[in-house]
């Protein structure tokens, strides 16, 4: 809030800048909890977002709310970085007893049993469709097709329907309507 009237008065006020471990730069009034902390860019600065960041010289600045430092620490062995850690995958074996085994194998060879016909079933169902879509695709559809359709002719000497006039009464007293009419006929 201090910098912040500061800026207001043109009062300069001297950040310190540091840069990532990825190379950005970052600054902040100092490197410490509870202080400010931005991305510069070549515009404006934008306040940090929510993470763990590591800084050149191998401190850790964790951001817990948007542009506010929580907590800057040495990186250790007890508390390592979100993006140095290296998670390798644990594989667990263990040793299936034999009695278990062979029950896991009679059910497999059941269900491929009972599942192999239908497979078949299902394969033979489509050869056939193959076949059926085969043949309405072949020239007998063509066909059907050539002699159902005709070939529009465009006739320019066709001439347009001309309107009727019509024609009232001569001599008698003339309405509204009949001067409408009569404007609109002529």
Same mark, same amino acid.
């Given at each position: 809030? +201090? ?8 009062? @300069? ?9 990825? &190379?950005?730069?970052?600054? /902040? ?8 902390? #931005? ?12 993470? =763990?960041?590591? +800084?050149?010289? &191998?401190? +850790? ?16 062995? @007890?508390?390592?970085?979100? =993006? ?12 299936? $007893? ?11 060879? /059941?269900?491929?049993?009972?599942? /192999? $016909?239908?497979?078949? @079933? ?6 056939? +469709? ?25 006739? $320019?000497?066709?001439?347009? $329907? ?10 008698? #007293? ?13």
């Amino acid at each position: 809030m +201090l910098n912040q009237i500061r800026t207001l008065l043109n009062i @300069e006020v001297k950040l310190e800048e540091m840069k990532l471990e990825n &190379g950005t730069v970052v600054s /902040a009034d100092t490197f410490e909890k509870g202080s400010e902390i #931005f991305i510069v860019t070549d515009d404006e600065k934008v306040a940090m977002p929510v993470g =763990e960041y590591i +800084l050149e010289d &191998g401190r +850790l600045v964790i951001v817990e709310a948007e542009g506010m430092i929580a907590d800057v620490r040495e990186v250790s062995d @007890e508390v390592p970085a979100k =993006e140095t850690e290296d998670l390798e995958e644990e594989t667990v074996e263990t040793e299936v $007893p034999a009695k278990v085994a062979t029950e896991v194998e009679a059910i497999i060879e /059941a269900v491929v049993e009972v599942i /192999a $016909p239908v497979i078949e @079933e299902v394969k033979s169902e489509i050869e056939e +469709l193959k076949k059926q879509f085969s043949e309405m695709k072949g020239g007998k559809k063509k066909e059907d097709m050539s002699a159902a359709r005709k070939p529009i002719k465009h006739n $320019p000497e066709a001439k347009a $329907p001309q309107k009727k006039q019509m024609q009232f009464a001569k001599g008698q #007293f003339n309405t509204t309507l009949d001067r409408v009419l009569n404007k609109l006929n002529k």
